[in-house]
């Protein structure tokens, strides 16, 4: 089902952005991988990765935190317990980018456009954040193909930064009819937007909107809860989570230009195509 699904081709983009790093692999595993797997090989993998590792631990809601850590402080604790530590495996900066075009039993075409982008720990991050939302959600792809050239039905990007590399991918649906119109389209719209100049009233707008869609989504507390886990694995601290905003608010129109320019490199794009059936 997943080879039928937009998934596998966000696991085609990964595969292109991020040979030869666990990030390019699937999440569901192989018909191989999955073989492989035996009672003794998951108690190895247990004992090695999770058994007396510890963790961090983080709690938000309506309760009192020091009651529940002297739980955690006896089951966590002692000399048994060892630090576990994350590889130092980094994502490899990309020589060129890769084409994959397929076809699907949908009406519709489906595009991704992929390019690496910073990790969590990076300073980048923040322009990064204003970029995705000068360039998606309502910003310049949406204006420029949605709505003027009325050329796709959704378009977005998005930003996903780990702690060993990121990416930032653009998405467009359309008819089939369309779909080279799009890619040509999105194409020449982020080169506009690196090429310049960006307004300051266009980036105080993106700006706001990075700001204010951070503060919707950590009305989930489970979204709450994985960015401070993030910051914590990247080494930021809780004040990785709680200075986001205010970091963002340092975003200027220079910075945008000068991250897009080192993004929106389409000789290092991974473009997935996948061609809908026409009517």
Not at 64 to 71: D, E, M, Q
Not at 111 to 134: H, K, M, W
Not at 217 to 246: C, H, M, S, T
Request: proline share 3%.
């Amino acid at each position: 089902r997943r080879k039928a699904s937009e998934a596998n081709a966000l696991d085609l983009v990964h595969q292109a952005l991020f040979q030869g790093s666990s990030y390019s692999a699937n999440g569901l595993g192989t018909e191989a991988s999955l073989a492989d797997i035996t009672p003794d090989s998951l108690l190895g993998w247990y004992n090695e990765y999770v058994k007396n590792r510890k963790p961090f631990v983080v709690i938000i809601g309506d309760t009192k935190g020091t009651s529940l850590a002297l739980h955690f402080v006896k089951e966590f604790s002692g000399s048994r317990m060892q630090d576990a530590k994350i590889l130092e495996a980094w994502v490899k900066p990309l020589d060129k980018g890769d084409v994959i075009e397929q076809s699907w039993k949908k009406s519709q075409s489906l595009i991704f456009i992929g390019f690496q982008a910073p990790p969590v720990d990076d300073e980048d991050g923040y322009a990064v954040t204003v970029l995705e939302n000068l360039a998606g959600n309502l910003g310049r792809l949406s204006q420029e193909i949605r709505y003027r050239l009325g050329a796709a039905h959704e378009v977005s990007v998005r930003y996903e930064p780990r702690l060993r590399g990121g990416s930032l991918i653009a998405c467009a649906t359309t008819n089939v009819e369309n779909e080279a119109m799009v890619l040509k389209a999105i194409r020449e719209e982020m080169l506009r937007i690196a090429a310049g100049p960006n307004t300051y009233r266009d980036c105080r707008s993106a700006v706001n909107a990075a700001v204010g869609m951070y503060g919707i989504l950590n009305q989930d507390r489970f979204e709450q809860i994985r960015k401070v886990v993030v910051n914590l694995l990247a080494g930021k601290g809780i004040g990785g989570f709680q200075d986001f905003p205010a970091a963002l608010q340092n975003v200027n129109e220079d910075d945008l230009s000068e991250i897009a320019i080192r993004i929106f490199q389409m000789d290092k794009a991974a473009v997935v195509r996948m061609h809908g059936q026409a009517d």
